[in-house]
């Protein structure tokens, strides 16, 4: 099950709800993370690292929804449209990137 919440953005920020959904049927499943759609990788050093607003926004809706949420499972989807072709990456934070995160 995809649960698409009410969002407002552009591919460099999003506003989501601060509240993750909630109802009945719902109720058995277990929330993976959420998806950033965004035009092309971010490539630094080399390597592809996840970009800095989505650590923020990753910690933001994890103090937001501790009940929900532990940090310890959720992770973060890119999907990122190259020339002729579409990536998806999934990225775990640490715990010193949520702390960093929460600053």
């Given amino acids: 099950c995809i649960v ?14 601060k509240r993750l959904p909630d109802h009945d049927l719902l ?11 965004q035009p092309n990788e971010l490539i630094q050093n080399g390597a592809q690292v996840l970009p800095a607003p989505d650590v ?3 910690a933001g809706i994890i103090e937001d929804n501790k009940k ?5 499972n959720e992770i973060i989807i890119t999907t990122s449209f ?7 990456t999934a990225y775990k934070v640490t715990e010193a990137g949520l702390t960093w995160g929460k600053k």
């Fill in 4 to 17: 698409l919440v009410p969002q407002v953005g552009s591919h460099q920020c999003v506003t989501l709800p």
């Fill in 27 to 37: 109720k058995d499943m277990e929330p993976l993370g959420w998806i950033h759609t």
């Fill in 56 to 58: 923020v926004m990753h």
């Fill in 68 to 72: 929900l949420w532990s940090g310890q």
């Fill in 82 to 88: 190259t020339q002729g072709s579409c990536s998806l």
